[in-house]
T-cell receptor, first 116, second 111 residues
Framework: GAVVSQHPSRVICKSGTSVKIECRSLDFQATTMFWYRQFPKQSLMLMAT?????????EQGVEKDKFLINHASLTLSTLTVTSAHPEDSSFYIC????????????FGQGTRLTVV | GQQLNQSPQSMFIQEGEDVSMNCTSS?????WLWYKQDPGEGPVLLIALYKAGELTSNGRLTAQFGITRKDSFLNISASIPSDVGIYFCAGRSRGAQKLVFGQGTRLTINP
């Protein structure tokens, strides 16, 4: 399978601060990146889709100004949670997709964000 | 958003037993994927299915792509403690990049 590296694995931040999560595809070029959010005992919920060099497309109900996505290169995408609130505490997971391997989907290790 | 109907939601079994779970959809998919997620980790791809009727194995795991393209099942034979976790099915429609996920099946094994 593809090698996907997501950092940090855990982060605790204070309310009002911003947190950046990185996702790297180490052995393929990620033309598309999906960012998911997962609440305890629930399935993955797609937040946004980004294509390299383009603005991200956000799912309904996801605030684009709060969850900033940057996909400036084919191997790195970042999700920044701005002005974090306790309700933003969740498990965030990235999933890079390669244009020539679109039928497969691999995931990062996930980031547990706790806002205090 | 759209979700697949995955069942059962949870299973409590004895070590050594076989396990079966399935997913159904109201729409047709061209790809079915099965994942396992351990606590605090991202999902790990177990089996990918691309053709209707396809039956694919990965060790003790076997999955099938339903003939109608609207369902898939995953079987685990002779379960062991490390099989504990949450299993998700995911489907993708023709031409789509997004995956649609099932609600997950939480597997607990009593030694």
């Amino acid at each position: 399978g593809a090698v996907v590296s997501q950092h940090p694995s855990r982060v605790i931040c204070k309310s009002g601060t911003s947190v950046k999560i990185e996702c790297r595809s180490l052995d393929f070029q990620a033309t598309t990146m999906f960012w998911y959010r997962q609440f305890p005992k629930q399935s993955l919920m797609l937040m946004a889709t980004s294509n390299e060099g383009s603005k991200a497309t956000y799912e309904q109900g996801v605030e684009k100004d709060k969850f900033l996505i940057n996909h400036a290169s084919l191997t790195l995408s970042t999700l920044t949670v701005t002005s974090a609130h306790p309700e933003d505490s969740s498990f965030y997971i990235c999933s890079p997709i390669s244009g020539d391997r679109v039928t497969e989907a691999f995931f990062g290790q996930g980031t547990r964000l706790t806002v205090v | 958003g759209q979700q697949l109907n995955q069942s059962p939601q949870s299973m409590f079994i004895q070590e050594g037993e076989d396990v079966s779970m399935n997913c159904t959809s109201s729409s047709i998919f061209n790809t079915w994927l099965w994942y396992k997620q351990d606590p605090g980790e991202g999902p790990v791809l177990l089996i990918a299915l691309y053709k209707a009727g396809e039956l694919t194995s990965n060790g003790r795991l076997t999955a099938q792509f339903g003939i109608t393209r609207k369902d898939s099942f995953l079987n685990i034979s002779a379960s062991i403690p490390s099989d504990v976790g949450i299993y998700f099915c995911a489907g993708r429609s023709r031409g789509a990049q997004k995956l649609v996920f099932g609600q997950g099946t939480r597997l607990t094994i009593n030694p």
